[in-house]
């Protein structure tokens, strides 16, 4: 009996794991949504982060904005076809500081309050949905303080499945060989930080990283890799889009699986280059994405938004 038990339960591990390759692999095959671009709505910008309010409404930072604080853009979007149907700028609210590199924003619904993370000064403000600065701000550690310039605290998001704030450095640390992905309880106390492998990057002429975090309200943390080669020509440049799935709760050493890649491409017949650097969850499985066009580059440049349909949960953990 214990033979045929044992036997079966192999047998049903078996099958569970071809379903989840199954899975993964319909996922990874899908083609992205179109991505959509709205030049008459939208100011040309370095969107770097996204995170939605609710009603429509989203707060995005742009990493090269005059002043510290963000933008607010209400997006109408077909719940069916999950493409935006309209975009409206309804401003920047600034907090009056300087500029310091904005590149990630959280919001949490508990004290309807917004986060951001600068790489310039490697500090996590809070803000008031106005754009004040509330006075608070995440206790970073000290050894995030050894960030190398432009790779600092890249990205931020909050996890109302755990309840708590996650934010990491775009490269590992000097003298770190992985990634350490802070994070922050609801009463702004650090408590814990997890290990994270970056992707080697294709060859060494492609610039890479980690540009987003985010939290899928389910127990899940997105982690957005990318890689972008930028040629002198510009023609020809590419970025390599990479999802992974991690679980914070599990271990210390984050076991990642990805769920999405995808390529994008500057060519004489098409100006579809995107650098995604901004990622909110609409839903455990819908996404919506901002790249950074460095303010239209050239006029070649767009500010693409995209929307992705990511599984809702793994089958095999």
């Given at each position: ?113 917004l986060f951001i993370s600068g790489e310039a000064d490697n500090e996590v403000y809070e803000y008031s949905l106005g754009g004040e600065r509330t006075g608070r701000r995440l206790p970073i550690p000290a050894i995030f303080k050894k960030a190398r310039k432009n ?115 500057l060519t004489l017949t098409g100006f579809n280059f995107a650098n995604y650097e901004g990622m909110c969850a609409l839903s455990p499985q819908q996404f919506l994405l901002i790249a950074d066009s460095q303010n239209q580059l050239k006029g070649v440049l767009r ?15």
């Amino acid at each position: 009996m214990t033979t045929s038990s044992n036997t079966s339960h192999t047998s049903i591990r078996k099958q569970l794991w071809v379903l989840a390759w199954l899975v993964s692999i319909l996922f990874l095959a899908q083609p992205a949504v179109a991505q959509q671009c709205f030049p008459k709505q939208i100011p040309p910008g370095n969107y770097s982060g996204i995170c939605t309010l609710g009603g429509g409404l989203y707060a995005v930072v742009d990493d090269k904005a005059k002043e510290d604080g963000f933008y607010i853009f209400h997006l109408s979007i077909d719940t069916l076809s999950h493409r935006i149907l309209a975009a409206e700028n309804r401003g920047y609210r600034s907090s009056g500081h300087a500029n310091r590199d904005m590149e990630g924003i959280c919001f949490c619904p508990a004290t309807r309050t917004l986060f951001i993370s600068g790489e310039a000064d490697n500090e996590v403000y809070e803000y008031s949905l106005g754009g004040e600065r509330t006075g608070r701000r995440l206790p970073i550690p000290a050894i995030f303080k050894k960030a190398r310039k432009n790779l600092g605290l890249e990205a931020l998001t909050y996890d109302t499945f755990s309840q708590q704030f996650l934010t990491t450095t775009e490269r590992p640390l000097p003298g770190d060989s992985l990634l350490r992905i802070q994070a922050f309880d609801n009463d702004l106390r650090s408590t814990r930080q997890y290990l994270y492998r970056l992707d080697k990057p294709k060859t060494s002429k492609y610039y890479y990283g980690v540009s987003e975090l985010c939290a899928t309200g389910d127990g899940r943390l997105l982690v957005l890799e990318r890689q972008v080669h930028v040629t002198k020509m510009r023609l020809n440049s590419q970025s390599i889009m990479r999802i992974y799935e991690v679980y914070p709760a599990d271990n210390t050493f984050l076991n990642k699986r990805l769920v999405k890649e995808w390529s994008t491409k500057l060519t004489l017949t098409g100006f579809n280059f995107a650098n995604y650097e901004g990622m909110c969850a609409l839903s455990p499985q819908q996404f919506l994405l901002i790249a950074d066009s460095q303010n239209q580059l050239k006029g070649v440049l767009r500010d693409w938004f995209l929307q992705l349909t990511l599984p809702s949960q793994s089958v095999i953990r």
